[in-house]
């Protein structure tokens, strides 16, 4: 190798541990000098021809006991076939990645490294030497230690890469879903598992990661030992070392196996509905959309799915939107969610969604079926009726179809003593009792079926706790296509009407007393008429007798 010639007393001008750069080769001094990173200079039997300050403060060797030395001296026997195997590589490609080297320092402590070299080459550009940069691999491998502890019975998929996508730690979760033996798998980048394009997309997921902290739902499509294309979803966070640095990823792939099958019957279910109706994932992401959703929104396909929710909401409403997710996983189904979406052109157009559970084969919540109703007709309905109940002197409001009051009059706050944010969006069975809730969804029902309702009893309960009795009477609120949407109630306050009834209850009960009375008085009165007059015919009697009786001494 006469293109390199080692520094010596014969050559002063060299440094004490950069080689003489003779006619013909690469100035590799300047690469090295300043480089952070281990870097040496090799020839094509590993011997090591040059090194920068880096490497001998890994090593903790001086510069006599590296410079002209094999770096078998450094490495294991078995480490020496890999490490001239990546000279080989080095010479038939032009670079060598990710070669693991476990040197031993001055201090005989082992020291795992990553090896990336590349050729090293004359002016004729003959492969002549390698440039060898090492990594150590300390810190990361702590942190995969620490990263073990967690990820090995994570139920999901669950793996450990460095920044380059190599893979270092993976748990059975992962063998178990791409059926991959433990040694076909680590130490493989994961670009041997997906497409050129997926990986070009999971290298900007790393970028992500390492500018953000974290990459959200990346698709990845990996084949399994068995050929099958296996769907997943991929969330990633970054692996720190113990300065905070990011030092790899620690990625969750979610099976989508299930989802896209219970997309496919959704699918079936959702495509002519006549509604908005759209299928999310449980982070917000739209898997599916209908007609009806690009007819409302004015996007083009590409331009909602794979898109998060977020993309077309408010931040506030975002938050909305992830707590009615957390519902439909927690109860199954969410109701009357207001959602106030950007349309294409800009328009803010406002909707009610309800959504419910998106199960798979095994009943697990895995994503959300969501129904929009287009709101712009009811509020339009509203701006209406707005005109007509604003000053009405009886308590109106106006619900939906549901019991949810939307809006409501100054005389209803007045009446039941509340603000209007605790009565608007709230449900009227939040003032009455359960089964007069039944009676007003009754009434609700034949204001759909007839128009009209009259005097349904409802006794609100007030903000003071008095119970108020009114009567309901309510008509049919509908939109420009006839269609009922909503109902128009009018209460009566009953308290003076009940308290008329009271008096006219407590006069009557007064009047039967005294009729009582009369009736005793009479029948006192009538009888001692009933005794004079008996009385008088006795004496009546008594004088005939006595006439009798002195007509008959005379004769």
Same mark, same amino acid.
């Given at each position: 190798?006469?293109?390199?010639?080692?520094?010596?007393?014969?050559?002063?001008?060299?440094?004490?541990?950069?080689?003489?750069?003779?006619?013909?080769?690469?100035?590799?001094?300047?690469? %090295?000098? #300043?480089? +952070?990173? !281990?870097?040496? $200079?090799? *020839?094509? /039997?590993? =011997?090591?021809? &040059?090194?920068?300050? @880096?490497?001998?403060?890994?090593?903790?060797?001086?510069?006599?006991?590296?410079?002209?030395?094999?770096?078998?001296?450094?490495?294991?026997?078995?480490?020496?076939?890999?490490?001239?195997?990546?000279?080989?590589?080095?010479?038939?490609?032009?670079?060598?990645?990710?070669?693991?080297?476990?040197?031993?320092?001055?201090?005989?402590?082992?020291?795992?490294?990553?090896?990336?070299?590349?050729?090293?080459?004359?002016?004729?550009?003959?492969?002549?030497?390698?440039?060898?940069?090492?990594?150590?691999?300390?810190?990361?491998?702590?942190?995969?230690?620490?990263?073990?502890?967690? %990820?090995? #019975?994570? +139920?999901? !998929?669950?793996? $450990?890469? *460095?920044? /380059?996508? =190599?893979?270092? &730690?993976?748990?059975? @979760?992962?063998?178990?879903?791409?059926?991959?033996?433990?040694?076909?798998?680590?130490?493989?980048?994961?670009?041997?598992?997906?497409?050129?394009?997926?990986?070009?997309?999971?290298?900007?997921?790393?970028?992500?990661?390492?500018?953000?902290?974290?990459?959200?739902?990346?698709?990845?499509?990996?084949?399994?030992?068995?050929?099958?294309?296996?769907?997943?979803?991929?969330?990633?966070?970054?692996?720190?070392?113990?300065?905070?640095?990011?030092?790899?990823?620690?990625?969750?792939?979610?099976?989508?196996?299930?989802?896209?099958?219970?997309?496919?019957?959704?699918?079936?279910? %959702?495509? #002519?509905? +006549?509604? !908005?109706?759209? $299928?999310? *994932?449980? /982070?917000? =992401?739209?898997? &599916?959309?209908?007609? @009806?959703?690009?007819?409302?929104?004015?996007?083009?396909?590409?331009?909602?799915?794979?898109?998060?929710?977020?993309?077309?909401?408010?931040?506030?409403?975002?938050?909305?939107?992830?707590?009615?997710?957390?519902?439909?996983?927690?109860?199954?189904?969410?109701?009357?969610?207001?959602?106030?979406?950007?349309?294409?052109?800009?328009?803010?157009?406002?909707?009610?969604?309800?959504?419910?559970?998106?199960?798979?084969?095994?009943?697990?919540?895995?994503?959300?079926?969501?129904?929009?109703?287009?709101?712009?007709?009811?509020?339009?309905?509203?701006?209406?009726?707005?005109?007509? %109940?604003? #000053?009405? +002197?009886? !308590?109106?409001? $106006?619900? *939906?179809? /549901?019991? =949810?009051?939307?809006?409501?009059?100054? @005389?209803?706050?007045?009446?039941?003593?509340?603000?209007?944010?605790?009565?608007?969006?709230?449900?009227?069975?939040?003032?009455?009792?359960?089964?007069?809730?039944?009676?007003?969804?009754?009434?609700?029902?034949?204001?759909?079926?007839?128009?009209?309702?009259?005097?349904?009893?409802?006794?609100?309960?007030?903000?003071?706790?008095?119970?108020?009795?009114?009567?309901?009477?309510?008509?049919?609120?509908?939109?420009?296509?006839?269609?009922?949407?909503?109902?128009?109630?009018?209460?009566?306050?009953?308290?003076?009407?009940?308290?008329?009834?009271?008096?006219?209850?407590?006069?009557?009960?007064?009047?039967?007393?005294?009729?009582?009375?009369?009736?005793?008085?009479?029948?006192?009165?009538?009888?001692?008429?009933?005794?004079?007059?008996?009385?008088?015919?006795?004496?009546?009697?008594?004088?005939?007798?006595?006439?009798?009786?002195?007509?008959?001494?005379?004769?």
């Amino acid at each position: 190798m006469s293109d390199y010639m080692p520094a010596t007393a014969a050559n002063p001008s060299s440094t004490r541990h950069y080689p003489v750069k003779s006619h013909g080769s690469l100035d590799a001094d300047i690469i %090295i000098k #300043n480089a +952070p990173d !281990p870097v040496f $200079v090799s *020839d094509l /039997e590993g =011997k090591i021809l &040059s090194a920068n300050d @880096a490497v001998y403060e890994l090593l903790g060797f001086r510069t006599d006991e590296v410079l002209e030395q094999s770096l078998s001296r450094f490495i294991s026997p078995e480490e020496t076939r890999e490490f001239t195997a990546a000279l080989r590589e080095v010479i038939e490609r032009g670079v060598t990645r990710n070669t693991r080297l476990n040197p031993r320092s001055a201090s005989g402590e082992i020291i795992p490294t990553s090896l990336n070299a590349s050729a090293l080459r004359n002016a004729d550009g003959h492969a002549i030497g390698a440039i060898g940069i090492l990594r150590d691999m300390r810190e990361l491998d702590k942190a995969l230690a620490y990263a073990d502890s967690l %990820i090995k #019975n994570a +139920p999901d !998929p669950v793996f $450990v890469s *460095d920044l /380059e996508g =190599k893979i270092l &730690s993976a748990n059975d @979760a992962v063998y178990e879903l791409l059926g991959f033996r433990t040694d076909e798998v680590l130490e493989q980048s994961l670009s041997r598992f997906i497409s050129p394009e997926e990986t070009r997309e999971f290298t900007a997921a790393l970028r992500e990661v390492i500018e953000r902290g974290v990459t959200r739902n990346a698709r990845l499509n990996p084949r399994s030992a068995s050929g099958e294309i296996i769907p997943t979803s991929l969330n990633a966070s970054a692996l720190r070392n113990s300065d905070g640095h990011v030092i790899g990823a620690i990625g969750i792939l979610r099976d989508m196996r299930e989802l896209d099958k219970a997309l496919a019957y959704a699918d079936s279910l %959702i495509k #002519n509905a +006549p509604d !908005p109706v759209f $299928v999310s *994932d449980l /982070e917000g =992401k739209i898997l &599916s959309a209908n007609d @009806a959703v690009y007819e409302l929104l004015g996007f083009r396909t590409d331009e909602v799915l794979e898109q998060s929710l977020s993309r077309f909401i408010s931040p506030e409403e975002t938050r909305e939107f992830t707590a009615a997710l957390r519902e439909v996983i927690e109860r199954g189904v969410t109701r009357n969610t207001r959602l106030n979406p950007r349309s294409a052109s800009g328009e803010i157009i406002p909707t009610s969604l309800n959504a419910s559970a998106l199960r798979d084969a095994d009943g697990r919540a895995i994503g959300a079926i969501g129904i929009l109703r287009d709101m712009r007709e009811l509020d339009k309905a509203l701006a209406y009726s707005d005109s007509l %109940i604003k #000053n009405a +002197p009886d !308590p109106v409001f $106006v619900s *939906d179809l /549901e019991g =949810k009051i939307l809006q409501a009059n100054d @005389a209803v706050y007045e009446l039941l003593g509340f603000r209007p944010d605790e009565v608007l969006e709230q449900s009227l069975s939040r003032f009455i009792g359960p089964e007069e809730t039944r009676e007003f969804l009754a009434a609700l029902r034949e204001v759909i079926a007839r128009g009209v309702t009259r005097n349904a009893r409802l006794n609100p309960r007030s903000a003071s706790g008095e119970v108020i009795p009114t009567t309901l009477n309510a008509s049919a609120l509908r939109d420009t296509d006839g269609r009922v949407i909503g109902a128009i109630g009018i209460l009566r306050d009953m308290r003076a009407y009940e308290k008329v009834l009271q008096d006219l209850q407590e006069s009557k009960a007064e009047l039967q007393e005294k009729i009582l009375d009369l009736e005793k008085f009479e029948e006192v009165v009538v009888g001692r008429e009933l005794k004079m007059i008996a009385l008088e015919k006795r004496i009546e009697n008594l004088l005939l007798q006595v006439d009798n009786r002195e007509q008959g001494i005379k004769q």
